[in-house]
């Protein structure tokens, strides 16, 4: 008879909150808001796997588990070169499948579920660089609040959210540009994220490329996003169940994202991102659609 062990479904049910929070919504790049506009998005995000990367970068196998956010990301110009952001999950459901025994089928822990708020993240961007600048430069910060559950379930081991209080500060350069006549921008990021609660501090940087067809009435796009942990928090052995929650995960993804203007403000999105490498994080693909109005 085959069981996983209580520290293993601890550490794999809540690994997939630090993409959520930390790197799926966020938008925009290098370049805020005009004063008074503004671009408000609501997406169904989720995942669903069997198996994830340990801390050694390797994939074994664990109980079926999902989750699906309702995911809200707004930004909106205090002035032509101060931005407020605001993102995460509205809503979110944490689910797991009965634990069975590999060879008699017989149910050794029960499937379990919660539903709740994640947790929200506050930010502010402001322009380094004049608007209409050749090569745009951007400074955030971005205050991710422990506004989700962080322990539910029988056992505590269904979260909404890490239990932590984080600050992020991050810096975005772009550039946009012409190929013939279909038009072009590409950004990179770079950032440190400071976490709490005896969680490890972690280095973020990604670029994107994307580019608009049909009178730009669709944009296509492709980002790379690597979340890397220092480390330096504390380790399961030092910290209570709930607390190792997403904490030392490291990742690499590609995402492919299209976004459908049907008028001038209103469109519709959809998003692929595939995990190239990653250390306790869920092996499996997340999917994400949406409509947006881009004011």
């Known amino acids: 008879m085959v069981l996983y062990s209580n520290k ?4 794999v049910l809540g ?5 959520v929070s930390g790197t799926a919504i966020y938008a925009g790049g290098p370049w805020p808001q005009m004063k008074g506009h503004g671009y408000f998005k609501l997406a169904e995000w989720w995942t669903v796997f069997d198996q994830h990367y340990t801390d050694a970068g390797m994939v074994d196998p664990n109980v079926t588990t999902g989750i699906f956010n309702t995911l809200f990301y707004g930004e909106y110009g205090i002035t032509d070169r101060l931005t407020a952001t605001v993102s995460g999950p ?5 689910y ?5 025994s590999r060879t008699t089928e017989e149910i050794i822990v029960p499937g379990e579920a919660i539903n709740g708020v994640g947790d929200i993240n506050l930010g502010i961007k402001y322009g380094l660089t004049k608007p209409g600048s050749k090569y745009p430069v951007s400074i955030s910060l971005i205050l991710g609040l ?5 322990s539910g379930g029988s056992q505590g081991n269904l979260q909404t959210g890490d239990g932590e209080f984080n600050q992020m500060i991050r810096t975005d350069i772009g550039r946009s540009f012409k ?5 072009f921008y590409t950004s990179a990021y770079a950032g ?3 976490r709490t609660n005896q969680f490890s501090e972690e280095v973020r940087f990604g670029a994107e490329l994307g580019a608009g067809f049909f009178k730009e009435k669709l944009w296509a796009n492709i980002k790379f996003n690597s979340v890397n942990s220092l480390k330096n928090g504390a380790t399961a052995e030092t910290v209570s169940s709930t607390s190792i929650f997403a904490n030392n995960t490291e990742f690499n993804t590609i995402s492919f994202q299209l976004n459908y203007y049907v008028t001038e403000k209103f469109g519709f999105s959809a998003d692929y991102t595939e995990i190239l490498s990653g250390e306790i994080i869920a092996a499996a693909p997340s999917y994400s659609i949406g409509v947006f109005v881009d004011l």
Not at 96 to 100: A, E, V
């Open 146 to 150: 422990p506004t989700g559950i962080a």
């Open 15 to 19: 690994l997939l909150l630090v993409i």
């Open 96 to 100: 797991m499948n009965n634990l069975k």
């Open 192 to 194: 440190f994220n400071n």
């Open 8 to 11: 293993m479904r601890e550490t």
């Open 90 to 94: 509205v809503f979110s459901r944490n």
């Open 179 to 183: 190929v013939g006549n279909l038009p």
